[in-house]
């Protein structure tokens, strides 16, 4: 009967070709994932900054049309005004 014995620390001392790939495939994954992160904060920026725009002249819009309404409405004393 033979015995036998592990060093253990030899093997772990000196990684083999699928622990290296395995690291470099981890790697990879982990750039894509931060390079896409990236990407899909900067299309949530854009997309906001845009919406913010819309909004703003909206409202800008809005408030003319709010004046030109009150503006007509002095011109015109006659007319009941609305209670709120």
């Known amino acids: 009967m033979t015995t036998e014995t592990?060093?253990?620390t030899s093997q772990e001392s000196t990684p083999g070709p699928l622990t290296e790939a395995t690291a470099r495939a981890a790697s990879t994954l982990f750039g894509i994932g931060r390079m896409w992160a990236a990407h899909g904060l900067g299309v949530g920026r854009s997309a906001l900054s845009?919406?913010?725009?819309?909004?703003?002249?909206?409202s800008e819009l809005l408030g003319d049309l709010a004046e030109a309404f009150e503006d007509e409405e002095a011109s015109q004393p006659g007319e009941p005004?609305?209670?709120a």
């Open 6 to 8: 592990h060093d253990e």
């Open 50 to 58: 845009a919406s913010a725009k819309t909004l703003r002249a909206t």
């Open 81 to 83: 005004k609305p209670t």
